[in-house]
């Protein structure tokens, strides 16, 4: 989609990111040479779009007293970090509302699924079952999101996900679901043209973990590249020794690895598979990029490329600043998407509407700029301007490289 | 519909089992490798198994927290030491060494005490009461239970950030596959711990009590034997090698520091015990490298989702067909 | 041990259940149906006695975790078939749960190859039959084995069980099955009966099923097979000698229990409308084995009470609810350590007429026994 998607994003948003669509640009001319391309010349973050809508509005939200919207998603369970981030941005944008809109005080109710679908499905039924939450924003993964969509379709609440992209989601016949992001259709084939033409790769190694987000998005990957791809296998949620998958990448000796799953599973193996001198590049997806990651790779991270459709937060100076200051770190992966689908919810709750029917109507029709792109969705619940980042891990830290897709 | 059946079937019964053994083949030196450093923990702790086993009758299902309490104790004493995680410690090779070498110290105390501890709590009163073998093993389930989950409730369910002392590097080649400086130290360390264990149990007054009381408790004791202390030394040794066992562990997996990361190590050790011949010393050790290097085997040969599976079947097997193991279970003497 | 158990018995002491117990066997049998009857529609009124101190709300919606305990309480009798009655300690219990779930989801999911618009009933009788089999299939090897060898044995079948389910392409691993088929049904305005939601059709559904389990399994107890099991418990090697073929009965429990297991499996998957690999690991099976020891192995009431206890109070308590795992793992070794019997620990040694005899002979009924029913399962290991 690379093209288009860039012809698109031009056209929408172009008063605001003519910076970013130049460096992206820039950084699709420079083809690097050889495996571990290095690329000084970063792309710069965006702006924030001086027409985006915030949390905040005109300050004359009014509505009906004990109405909530729902973060739903991993709290303390699995990968947690991510979904932590997420729930920053959630908080701030709850904050920020409720402190400029007297006349509507909105609760937000935090669901913890532990990241796993079957959990989540329990869960889920408590959130549907609270009548006074209109709006959900979650589920961050895309197994779990899976496992509860059909529930929240029969229910009529509205669901915006700031963060799973497995494609198939928004094929199901779900008039609910949503989707802050671009999927995996577009970071899978973004990341693919990424590892062959920027990185030079002509042999990559695919692995994924047992999710249906792993599962889908190797899936992308190993289509987009065609017969680059030497070797496949697969890894299982939790595991934390990799000998056997280790083996058959060193005897492949591919230029490049893509590991598509999480991060808690990430780390030893991008641990495992350098130990023992293996020259290789290591790229993964969204899921991998947290800086639990870089911690626990101990290391490993070093020089790995991160795929994410999620656009770096350093350009949007005020909500970085109060993000650093509500939760004590910087924005991380899909900080700044939880923010802006909370935003449209909190949108429709201060035009005083009060049932779920009503406020899934709103964003069914939504159309307006956020911070990170442009929010109209189509019939499917999928955005039709979606950016797809490339980060990579330098000094220990999780910094942007280029915008691929 | 009933017509997909075949279908599925195909799909479920062909599909889902390949063997490969061009892989098995190519991946041979490689898995063995790889199978000695790892088995090289699994005995380590089978022996604890093997050691309480032998004198108590007793399936010590608790042991692996035992081991993951001293993993925890080297990572704590990673972090006292001014270790931070995410980079690799840039430390002189000396200071590293004298570090490792108290978080061993430290690793096997935590592990030590909690089997000591447990054996007070959970096991002595149910002795004093005389009470049936399968009451002993629901509470070492209890036992197992509750110190996860009490790891779980002091910390968080997710493993602690990494912390590495010694950056992996591949030191030389055997057989065309590379070992890696950790691979080398955790396998010689192993092994030496366990000769040290072997020659106490053999060599010396207190291992001949401990192998008296598996022989016979009754005479032991009536020979002068203090069955108690020799319960409580079997407990000591058993956890002491743990521990030592816990800090080989986390130098080459460093993110398995979390309060789970036990139990199924905890079985894998049990299976290579039972696989050696549960009570037998010298089993647990042979049984460790084995299990290490059939589990690898295993994985090249059927896939990398296969290797618990393949640890489970050897349990399940050896138990039903040679519930003796390979060396037949003798601390003392092949019981009857 | 005989001997010195009928002599206790003669202490002046009577235990609190003990009295229950005697009480409850001295009324006739009009009374005893004239208290049960009452019991009965009070359980199935449970859904509309939300309010304080009963009501789990807010955390919990109080009718689905009215059901979940319900679902427990069902496993806890099924599992008590193969503890408490026949003395096996199964650590695998779970992989049968997981066969009754998977079965429902690959007959009800349209993510299944398998998938058709099969009757709902007819996908619990499948459950059922298939968890049968698998008990008799992984039964009949393990059983000739005993005591913790047997326990060690069922884990690592149980484990295998999850495990093949996440390797085995067709069975989806993490991915799991979604949208399961629900029992049919409308109410008048024409909305489904079973929906994921509401939990009191769900349980009233469970509640009955567990009412048909208690009354097969009480006759299962009352006939040869149920005295077999006892003896089987009490000592396996005299069961042996007496002429009963210990063997068949041993798998015989092991499928009874497995039934329950996958019925309950079955139930579990319709309501929570998705089944994948994770819920069904040995830390589960260690739950479903605490609820059992606790409320008193061997006593159908007392596991039924167990149940209540592991299932309920977490979510009644939300501080237990963080604690549950640490608390019920501490409990197993409190209680094996003073009160091996569980809380109700009135297990039965003789039964119906027999009990009648011994009362008649000895002249007071037959005394509670103050232990563990693994008594002397565990004296020998298969070695």
Redesign the interface.
């Known amino acids: 989609m690379s093209k288009n998607g860039r012809l698109r994003i031009l056209a929408v948003a172009a008063t605001a990111s003519l910076t970013l669509a130049g460096c992206a640009q820039g950084g699709n001319e420079e083809p690097a040479e050889g495996g571990a391309a290095t690329n000084d010349s970063a792309a710069a973050a965006p702006d924030a779009p001086t027409d985006a809508v915030l949390p905040a509005g005109d300050g004359t939200g009014e509505c009906e007293d004990g109405l909530s919207i729902a973060y739903i998603g991993t709290i303390a369970g699995q990968n947690a970090a991510l979904g932590v981030a997420i729930l920053n941005g959630v908080r701030l944008a709850v904050e920020e509302h409720n402190e400029a809109n007297a006349g509507c005080q909105v609760t937000l109710k935090e669901f913890d699924t532990e990241g796993s679908p079957d959990r989540a499905t329990g869960v889920v039924t408590q959130a549907i079952n609270d009548d006074s939450i209109l709006g959900v924003v979650g589920l961050p993964f895309s197994g779990e999101s899976d496992a509860a969509g059909q529930s929240f379709h029969e229910a009529g609440l509205v669901t915006i996900s700031p963060s799973a992209t497995d494609p198939a989601l928004s094929q199901n016949g779900w008039d609910t679901f949503f989707r802050g992001l671009g999927n995996d259709a577009q970071q899978g084939p973004a990341a693919a043209t990424f590892i062959g033409d920027d990185l030079g790769a002509e042999s990559v190694c695919v692995v994924n973990d047992d999710s249906s987000y792993g599962i889908g998005l190797a899936r992308e990957v190993r289509e987009a590249l065609g017969d680059a791809v030497v070797c496949t296998e697969e890894v299982k949620t939790n595991q934390r020794e990799f000998s056997a998958v280790v083996g058959t990448i060193e005897a492949a000796a591919p230029d490049a690895v893509f590991y598509a799953g999480y991060y808690t599973e990430a780390a030893p193996f991008a641990q495992q598979l350098f130990a023992r001198g293996l020259q290789t590049t290591l790229v993964a997806p969204d899921g991998v990029r947290d800086d639990q990651f870089v911690q626990n790779a101990v290391g490993a991270a070093e020089g790995v490329y991160l795929t994410c459709p999620c656009v770096p937060a350093d350009g949007f100076g005020d909500f970085f600043d109060a993000f650093t200051e509500l939760a004590g770190t910087e924005p991380s992966t899909y900080s700044a998407e939880g923010y802006d689908a909370t935003t449209i919810l909190l949108r429709a709750l201060d035009e005083g509407l009060s049932t779920r029917e009503e406020v899934l109507e709103f964003v069914r029709d939504y159309d307006a700029p956020g911070l990170t792109k442009h929010f109209k969705w189509d019939e499917d619940g999928e955005l039709t301007d979606t950016p797809v980042w490339v980060y990579r891990v330098e000094d220990g830290e999780i910094v942007r490289d280029r915008e691929i897709g | 519909?009933?017509g997909?059946?075949p279908?599925?079937l195909a799909?479920?019964g062909v599909?889902?089992?390949s063997f490969d053994i061009g892989?098995l083949v190519?991946?041979f030196w490689?898995?063995t490798v790889?199978g000695l450093a790892?088995g090289s923990i699994y005995s380590l702790v089978a022996v604890g198994y093997t050691l309480v086993y032998g004198v108590l009758k007793?399936?010590n299902f608790a042991h692996s927290e035992v081991f993951i309490v001293g993993a925890f104790g080297a990572y704590f004493t990673f972090q006292f030491l001014g270790y931070e995680?995410?980079?690799?410690a840039q430390a002189p090779l000396i200071e590293t060494i004298v570090n490792l070498v108290l978080a061993l110290a430290v690793a096997m105390i935590c592990s030590g005490l909690v089997a000591l501890t447990l054996e007070r709590?959970?096991y002595r009163?149910?002795r004093r009461?005389k009470?049936?073998?399968?009451?002993f093993?629901?509470?070492a389930?209890?036992?197992?239970?509750?110190?996860?989950?009490?790891i779980m409730?002091w910390r968080?369910?997710?493993?602690e950030?990494?912390?590495?002392l010694v950056?992996?590097?591949?030191l030389f080649e055997v057989f065309g596959v590379?070992v890696?400086n950790?691979q080398l130290t955790v396998f010689l360390a192993a092994l030496v711990l366990l000769l040290v264990a072997d020659s106490f149990i053999n060599r010396t007054r207190l291992g001949r009590g401990i192998r008296a009381v598996a022989q016979d408790p009754d005479t032991a004791t009536l020979m002068g034997v203090n069955k108690e202390r020799v319960i409580m030394l079997t407990f000591v040794i058993g956890g002491l090698l743990a521990g030592a066992a816990a800090l080989f562990y986390i130098m080459q997996?460093?993110?398995?520091v979390v309060y789970n990361?036990g139990?199924l190590l905890g079985?894998k050790a049990?299976t290579a015990a039972v696989l050696g011949g549960i009570g037998n010393l010298r089993g647990a050790l042979l049984g460790g490298f084995l299990l290490g290097v059939f589990e690898?085997y295993g994985?090249?040969l059927l896939?990398?989702?296969?290797?618990?599976?393949v640890a489970?079947?050897v349990?399940?097997v050896i138990?039903?067909f040679r519930?003796?193991g390979i060396l037949g279970?003798s601390l003392g003497k092949a019981?009857v | 041990m005989n001997a010195h158990h009928f002599r206790s018995g003669t202490a002046t002491k009577v235990p609190f259940g003990q009295r229950i117990r005697d009480w409850w066997n001295g009324l006739s049998r009009f009374h005893q149906w004239a208290i049960i009857i009452p019991v009965v529609v009070l359980v199935y009124l449970m859904p509309f006695l939300n309010f304080f101190p009963i009501t789990t709300e807010p955390g919990t919606d109080f009718e689905l975790a009215l059901f979940n305990t319900a679902r427990i309480v069902l496993i806890a009798i099924g599992l008590n078939v193969v503890v408490g009655q026949a003395g096996l300690l199964d650590l695998g219990y779970v992989g049968f749960f997981a066969i009754g779930a998977y079965v429902a989801a690959l007959m009800t999911s349209r993510d299944s190859a398998l998938y058709a618009e099969y009757p709902w009933l007819l996908v619990v009788v499948v459950g059922i039959a298939v968890t049968m089999v698998s008990g008799v299939i992984i039964g009949t090897p393990t059983l000739r084995l005993r005591g913790d060898y047997l326990a060690i044995v069922t884990l690592g079948f149980g484990e295998i069980v999850r495990l093949l389910a996440d390797n085995i392409p067709a069975l989806r691993g993490n991915v799991g099955f979604r949208n399961l088929e629900r029992p049919p049904g409308e109410w008048s305005d024409g909305t489904r009966i079973f929906t994921q939601g509401d939990g009191i059709p769900w349980y009233w559904l469970t509640v009955t099923a567990i009412i048909a389990v208690l009354i097969l399994v009480g006759n299962l107890e009352r006939s040869r097979v149920g005295r077999a099991w006892v003896a089987i418990r009490e000592d396996e090697d005299a069961a042996e000698i007496m002429g009963v073929p210990t063997f068949r009965f041993k798998v015989w429990a092991f499928v009874i229990g497995a039934a329950i297991g996958g019925l309950s499996g079955v139930l579990y998957a319709g309501q929570l409308g998705f089944v994948n690999n994770a819920r069904f690991d040995v830390v589960t099976s260690v739950l479903f084995l605490a609820a059992v020891i606790l409320g008193g192995s061997g006593n159908k009431v007392g596991v039924i009470l167990g149940a209540i206890v592991i299932a309920y109070t977490p979510e009644r308590f939300q501080v237990v609810s963080e604690y549950r795992y640490l608390i019920f793992g501490l409990a197993l070794i409190v209680l094996m350590i003073f009160r091996p019997q569980g809380l109700l620990g009135a297990r039965q040694r003789l039964l119906a007429r027999g009990r009648q005899a011994y009362k008649r002979l000895v002249g007071k009924p037959e005394p509670v026994s103050t232990e563990s029913p693994m008594k002397d399962a565990g004296k020998r290991t298969g070695v």
Do not use: C, H
């Open positions: 519909m009933i997909n059946l279908t599925v799909q479920g599909d889902w089992i892989r190519d991946q490689y898995n790889n790892y007793l399936i995680s995410g980079g690799i709590v959970a009163p149910l009461k009470a049936p073998r399968l009451v093993l629901i509470t389930v209890g036992a197992s239970f509750a110190i996860q989950q009490a409730l968080n369910p997710n493993p950030l990494a912390i590495q950056a992996p590097q591949p590379s890696t950790i997996i460093p993110q398995g990361g139990f079985i049990f690898n994985q090249s896939g990398g989702q296969w290797r618990d599976v489970f079947v349990l399940i138990l039903m519930p003796t279970e019981r």
